[in-house]
C-alpha cells in the first residue's frame, strides 16, 4: 500500500501557486499527493504532472462537491453543473495520470433533510441515471469513480458502505469503485473493519486514513490494527491517503466544522501521520 496527503491539509483551493508543495511531500515520507480539486481551471495540469513525476510522486484526485455540483438536484441546471464538473474531474485525472476521481459524487455535501420516501427515489434515480452518463467518460479514461459515503451530518443519501455498494451495483459500470474515509466510518459503520470487508478487494478502491477527530492519525481511538488486517485480509493494494483541513482556509474549515487546529502545525499533522501509517501498514 501507498501513503498519501490530500492538499486540503494546508490549502484550499489548492492551485498552480501552491505547487511548491510537492517537493515538501516528497520530503516528508509520501508516496502520492493527493489533489483536492476545488477549482480545475487554476490548476495547471500537465505542470502539476511534470513536477509530481520530477519527485517521484503518484496523483490522486479528490473531488470537492459545492452546493451547485450536486447530480442529484431537483434544480435540472445544477444536475449539469455536477455532471460536468464530474466529466472535467475524470478529464483532469487523466491528464494527471491518476487512475482515481474519488469522492460523495452523488450529492453536493450539506445537503441533509428529511424527505419523503418519493423524493429519496427520485434523487437517488438521477443519480443513477448520471453515473451510468459518465461511467463511459472513467472507463475511456482509465480512471475509476470511488463513491464516499459522508457522515449523517453531511449527507442524507449515502451513508453506509452497503449503501455506496448499491448505487455501484446499479450503475452496473466497472468504472465505479468505493472510497472508504475512516472519520465517517467511525460515525456511522458498526465495525469499520467490516466494512472494508464489505466492499472488498473487487470495489475498494481508495482508502481515507482519518483519525476520530482527524487529527494525526495514530493519536485517537480508532481501530488502527483492525482496519489494517481487514486490508491485508482482502488483499487492498491501492492508495492509502490521509485527509484533514487546516482551520486556515475558511471555507473549507466551515464547510467540515474545522473549528480549532487538530494538531500543533500542518506539517506535524502529516508527518506524524506518515510515519504511523508506515509502521502499521508495512
Partial sequence: MKIGVNTWVWTSPFSTKDFNLIPKIRQMGFDILEVALDDPAIIDAKELKRIADDNGLEITVCGAFGPTRDISNEDPALRRIGVDYIRDGIRFAETVGSHLFSGPVY????????????????????????????????????????????????????????????????????????????????????SIPDAIRLAGKELLCHVHACENDRGIPGTGHQDWNGIRDALHEIGYNGPVVIESFTPCAVEIAKAASIWRPLAPSQDELAVGGAHFLRSLLN
Avoid at 450529492?107 to 434523487?123: L, P, W
Avoid at 470511488?146 to 448499491?166: C, Y
Fill in 107 to 190: 450529492s453536493s455535501v450539506g445537503k441533509t433533510r428529511m424527505i419523503a420516501d418519493e423524493q429519496k427515489k427520485r434523487e437517488r434515480d438521477w443519480c443513477i441515471d448520471n453515473l451510468r452518463a459518465l461511467a463511459k467518460v472513467a472507463g475511456d479514461a482509465g480512471v475509476r469513480v470511488g463513491v464516499e459515503p459522508l457522515n449523517r451530518f453531511e449527507s442524507d443519501m449515502v451513508n453506509l458502505v452497503d449503501q455506496a455498494i448499491a448505487i455501484v451495483r446499479d450503475v452496473g459500470s466497472p468504472a465505479y469503485g468505493i472510497h472508504i474515509d475512516t472519520f465517517h466510518a467511525n460515525i456511522e459503520e458498526k
